[in-house]
């Protein structure tokens, strides 16, 4: 019964994508719509993502710090450490996830509460293809500005190792800075910021798609807020997987 419902389930996402991926009937109306999504789901996060990539960065630091502290590992090994973790998981991966429950439950409780009091109804007896009007203009500044979070994701958390070797002095301020450009591996960032592509699509798409199929109240939308931020962490972390299998090997 559980393969036949997610089977199910994974059949009506894939026929709404088909309805929210169509030419918008006004462009005016979408390109509104779209700054509109910018600045709600992409600007209105910088703070949060620059306060958790600070506090992460540094907590790094401090972890590689206390592992690395062998006499046979160079004291550059933390810088080196802590830009590794951070360009491969934290700056991609779990800053998503950290926005699935940010940005995706927004997504969801906005889109069912539409749902509940009939508004999407009433786009619909007007003749607007309503997925298309109300969850584009989302997914598409999802996907267009997750690549600017995750670089002040990337600078931050950088500058929070920076600012604990400063302050605590673990491990001198030059030396943690020639770590971090010891053995740079370029293609790691660009890595990080194909994969939060495919993570912001999984967000966006997955919560819009809970909330516009809410039935009943508001008992339900918070049910499909909590399942959208479920459903979106766990297929972020299979993308994940099959997407480092496919471009790390």
Do not use: H
């Not at 203009?137 to 690549?147: E, R």
């Not at 190792?161 to 790691?188: D, E, H, K, R």
């Not at 967000?203 to 909590?226: I, P, R």
Request: with cysteine.
């Amino acid at each position: 019964m559980i393969i036949q419902s997610s089977l199910k389930s994974f059949g009506n996402y894939c026929i709404f994508i088909g309805r929210v991926f169509t030419l918008p009937d006004r462009w005016r109306e979408f390109f509104r719509r779209y700054v509109n999504e910018i600045v709600k789901l992409g600007i209105d996060s910088i703070p949060l993502v620059i306060v958790i990539s600070i506090f992460i960065g540094a907590v790094c630091t401090i972890q590689m710090y206390l592992n690395t502290s062998s006499p046979l590992m160079p004291r550059y090994a933390v810088g080196l450490a802590t830009r590794e973790i951070i360009l491969l998981e934290f700056s991609s991966s779990i800053l998503c996830l950290i926005l699935a429950g940010k940005v995706g439950s927004n997504i969801a409780s906005e889109i069912g509460t539409m749902r509940v009091t009939e508004q999407i109804d009433a786009l619909e007896i007007m003749g607007v293809n309503s997925a298309n009007f109300l969850v584009l203009p989302k997914i598409m500044a999802m996907v267009t500005f997750i690549n600017v979070l995750v670089i002040f994701s990337m600078f931050t958390s950088l500058w929070g190792g920076y600012m604990v070797c400063a302050v605590t002095g673990l491990v001198p301020v030059s030396t943690y800075v020639y770590g971090i450009q010891t053995q740079f591996i370029s293609w790691y960032v660009w890595y990080a910021l194909i994969k939060s592509l495919f993570f912001a699509f999984v967000v966006s798409s997955v919560a819009s798609y809970f909330g516009y199929y809410v039935k009943g109240g508001a008992l339900e939308v918070g049910k499909a807020s909590t399942n959208s931020v479920v459903t979106s962490s766990i297929v972020i972390l299979l993308l994940d997987v099959i997407l480092t299998n496919l471009m790390l090997q």
